[in-house]
């Protein structure tokens, strides 16, 4: 079965930058499509970003120019790169390879003066 490990998140103030990772084990991740979501208290969860086995990326409107998701298969990682970031951000974020609906556990981003 495979596993999604993430990084911690962390509390940062707005306009500050944060990069989340997630690691996936027992799978050959260089063939996968793996994706981010995050989910705020009394929100549907919604998709983020997400990146092709083959590199190809698509994000969500309202985080499009300030975070960037990409891929090291060497150590089948996928990151996150949040930057520019907004009171709105605060969330739980979740890695995801939707090909095998796994998730991974979770993460609290806060960002607050």
């Known amino acids: 079965q495979v596993r999604l490990v993430e990084s911690e998140g962390g509390l940062v103030q707005p306009g500050g930058s944060l990069r989340l990772s997630c690691h996936a084990s027992r799978i050959i991740f260089s063939v996968v499509n793996m994706e981010w979501h995050r989910q705020a208290p009394g929100k549907q969860r919604e998709l983020v970003a997400s990146?092709?086995?083959?590199?190809?990326?698509n994000y969500a409107d309202h985080v499009k120019g300030r975070f960037t998701i990409s891929r090291d298969n060497a150590l089948s990682t996928v990151y996150l790169q949040m930057n520019s970031l907004k009171p709105e951000d605060t969330a739980v974020y979740y890695c995801?390879?939707?090909?095998?609906?796994?998730w991974g556990q979770g993460t609290q981003v806060t960002v607050s003066s």
């Open positions: 995801s390879l939707p090909e095998l609906r796994a």
């Open positions: 990146i092709s086995s083959s590199g190809t990326t």
